[in-house]
């Protein structure tokens, strides 16, 4: 099995990366030409580095990057700085699954696809509501921060745009409230939101959705349970 990581020299991408080394999997990963990419990565002979900007690809581009892969997952993101969350480009997230999902439907091969989403992402067609006070939040967010905007679109592209589809399946894994935690730990999967994302947020560490992820993709009845769908995860308290 080989996988093709966008974002992998992120905080969390490059964990995803190690789980797939620890089982001996292949992957090809996309950073951008200044990224610092760990050497346990950079010199594994079951990593193939592909430099460039994930924004200045094109569809056929894409699409020559997924042709012999089985699975994609994007664990893109915005920098937590001025910059970062304020300058461009602002649809980072949301052009890149687009260009994924349009590059998946003429493939020869039906191919996995796990999105790094967030709590903040509400599934409305699954019945999922917001309180008024955290429709004020969201509301105002995506009005003064571009992140928030371009995950909530992304997440949107994957429930309404794209859908299920011959060649693709794809699962939005949304985490709360991410942090640093060096071994996996014991957390838990819903299909929706336990807690309030705004007033009662839970805590995900970044190695737990790393391993939920490479979980879904290397056991089949895992993912059967949660393909299309976008399941929420807590580390357990």
């Known amino acids: 099995m080989k996988t093709l990581v966008f974002g992998a020299s992120g905080a969390t991408g490059k964990l995803v990366v190690s789980q797939l080394l620890e089982r ?39 699409q020559k990057l997924i042709l012999d892969c089985d699975s994609i997952v994007c664990c893109l993101g915005h920098n937590i700085s001025f910059k970062g969350i304020l300058g461009k480009p602002h649809n980072l997230v949301v052009n890149a699954v687009k260009k994924i999902t349009d590059a998946s439907s003429s493939s020869e091969t039906a191919k996995k696809f796990i999105l790094m989403s967030t709590t903040a992402y509400t599934n409305k067609k699954q019945g999922e509501k917001n309180t008024s006070g955290e429709n004020l939040i969201f509301s105002l967010l995506e009005i003064i921060l571009p992140p928030h905007r371009d995950n909530i679109r992304a997440g949107d592209h994957l ?7 011959r060649m693709l399946e794809w699962v939005a894994v949304r985490p709360d409230s991410l ?23 839970g805590k995900t560490s970044r190695i737990n959705v790393s391993h939920f992820m490479v979980e879904l993709l290397t056991n089949d009845n895992l993912w059967q349970k949660w393909k299309n769908k976008t399941p929420v995860i807590y580390n357990k308290e």
């Open 179 to 201: 942090f640093d935690e060096e071994n996996k730990s014991d957390y838990e999967i819903w299909e929706s939101k336990t807690r309030s994302p705004v007033f009662n947020s």
């Open 159 to 165: 429930v309404y745009g794209s859908g299920a589809s």
């Open 24 to 62: 001996n999997l292949s992957a090809r990963i996309v950073v951008r030409e200044a990224a610092v990419i760990p050497v346990k990565i950079a010199e594994n002979k079951n990593i193939e580095i592909v430099k460039g900007n994930v924004d200045d690809l094109d569809a056929d581009q894409i």
